[in-house]
């Protein structure tokens, strides 16, 4: 539930929005002396709204929420079959896809970070393209949410590739053709950029706002099957200077996401940039927003540099091993590279 909810003065309201305390379950989390330093209102004033918002959710985890808790277990048989039955976004890079189980998995947020020119956002866009193959085709039948923060989405890009994905069905289906009764390939490469929605967001606080909108703007598009955001970081390297805050505002963030995720079985993509990070007597490239955003991720994938060529690691993951695979960007999109998958880490 919203912070907008709680019956505060304006100026409180806003106060707190700006601290990053943009839901009830966000404030109910701190202390009363946190609260008040964060915010600058008194001891006093930020007990009175911890005590507001502990009776909010209270009352509404009593109208439904606990109930849903206390319904609770799950057999790990079902999960299990249900995370096998979970679909997969290919990368169209059929090496990368192994090591990722499949493709990128949906009811999870992933986490793809590297250097500059890596191809994060050429990774991005062939998401984009990839959810949308049809279900006959072994695709998702999806529509995809481009969330733009440093204005590297490239329409002609995408054109390109969404071109490519239609060739490769068209082969396929000439091939099937010869072989079984095939169904035609109805997709264009207009239908594959009209299917995608694409969001630019120019600062760190449009970017908080439109996370926010995503629950009722997925709602009403439903066919919705990943949300990409490229990059999670660059307003907020930019323009914070509380870390603590910071990290408290991607917390949240990453906690919408996850739960986007879950709720429309859907996969959240995250593209991150690197930093370095001075460690054991010298500067490493690490992924950028620092350790504890690194628990915000189910998994992550570091793309780094392997003399001329590109490759992907699997740095964290609850389900897959550690692996790594080469790929390649070319005019067409991702795609294997000629090199097979080694296990190697580079960062
Ligand atoms: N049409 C194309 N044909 C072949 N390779 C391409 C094409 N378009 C882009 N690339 C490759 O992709 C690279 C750019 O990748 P991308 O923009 O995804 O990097 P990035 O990791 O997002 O970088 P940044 O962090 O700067 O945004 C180019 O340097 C080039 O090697």
């Given amino acids: 539930?919203?912070?907008?909810?709680?019956?505060?003065?304006?100026?409180?309201?806003?106060?707190?929005?700006?601290?990053?305390?943009?839901?009830?379950?966000?404030?109910?989390?701190?202390?009363?002396?946190?609260?008040?330093?964060?915010?600058?209102?008194?001891?006093?004033?930020?007990?009175?709204?911890?005590?507001?918002?502990?009776?909010?959710?209270?009352?509404?985890?009593?109208?439904?929420?606990?109930?849903?808790?206390?319904?609770?277990?799950?057999?790990?048989?079902?999960?299990?079959?249900?995370?096998?039955?979970?679909?997969?976004?290919?990368?169209?890079?059929?090496?990368?896809?192994?090591?990722?189980?499949?493709?990128?998995?949906?009811?999870?947020?992933?986490?793809?970070?590297?250097?500059?020119?890596?191809?994060?956002?050429?990774?991005?866009?062939?998401?984009?393209?990839?959810?949308?193959?049809?279900?006959?085709?072994?695709?998702?039948?999806?529509?995809?949410?481009?969330?733009?923060?440093?204005?590297?989405?490239?329409?002609?890009?995408?054109?390109?590739?969404?071109?490519?994905?239609?060739?490769?069905?068209?082969?396929?289906?000439?091939?099937?053709?010869?072989?079984?009764?095939?169904?035609?390939?109805?997709?264009k490469p207009r239908d594959i950029l009209e299917n995608i929605f694409y969001f630019r967001v120019c600062s760190y606080t449009e970017q908080i706002a439109l996370v926010n909108h995503l629950d009722k703007f997925i709602s009403e598009n439903k066919d919705v099957k990943v949300v990409i955001v490229d990059s999670i970081t660059f307003h907020f390297r930019q323009d914070f200077d509380d870390l603590a805050q910071r990290t408290r505002v991607l917390s949240e963030m990453a906690l919408k996401f996850m739960k986007l995720a879950k709720k429309f079985s859907l996969a959240v993509v995250l593209l991150n940039q690197v930093t370095t990070k001075y460690t054991e007597g010298s500067f490493q490239l690490a992924l950028a927003l620092g350790d504890s955003w690194s628990h915000s991720c189910t998994n992550r994938v570091i793309l780094y540099w392997n003399g001329d060529e590109r490759y992907a690691y699997i740095d964290k993951s609850p389900s897959l091993p550690s692996a790594s695979a080469s790929y390649t960007v070319t005019g067409r999109g991702l795609r294997n590279s000629s090199s097979s998958s080694k296990r190697v880490k580079m960062m």
């Avoid at 679909?87 to 990128?104: E, M, V």
């Avoid at 890596?118 to 949410?145: C, D, H, M, W, Y």
């Fill in 1 to 187: 539930m919203e912070t907008s909810r709680l019956p505060l003065s304006s100026s409180i309201r806003g106060k707190l929005i700006s601290a990053g305390y943009t839901s009830l379950s966000s404030i109910s989390s701190v202390s009363s002396t946190d609260l008040a330093r964060d915010v600058k209102i008194t001891e006093s004033e930020a007990f009175e709204i911890l005590k507001m918002a502990n009776q909010i959710s209270g009352s509404s985890s009593c109208n439904g929420r606990s109930s849903s808790l206390v319904n609770g277990a799950r057999n790990a048989w079902d999960m299990l079959n249900e995370e096998e039955a979970l679909p997969r976004i290919t990368t169209s890079c059929s090496d990368l896809d192994k090591i990722l189980g499949g493709g990128i998995s949906c009811r999870d947020v992933t986490e793809i970070g590297g250097v500059p020119g890596i191809g994060k956002t050429q990774i991005g866009i062939q998401l984009s393209v990839n959810v949308q193959i049809p279900r006959e085709f072994g695709g998702l039948g999806g529509k995809a949410i481009y969330i733009d923060t440093e204005g590297s989405f490239m329409v002609e890009r995408a054109l390109q590739i969404a071109q490519a994905c239609v060739e490769d069905m068209e082969e396929y289906t000439g091939y099937m053709h010869k072989h079984f009764k095939a169904s035609q390939v109805q997709m």
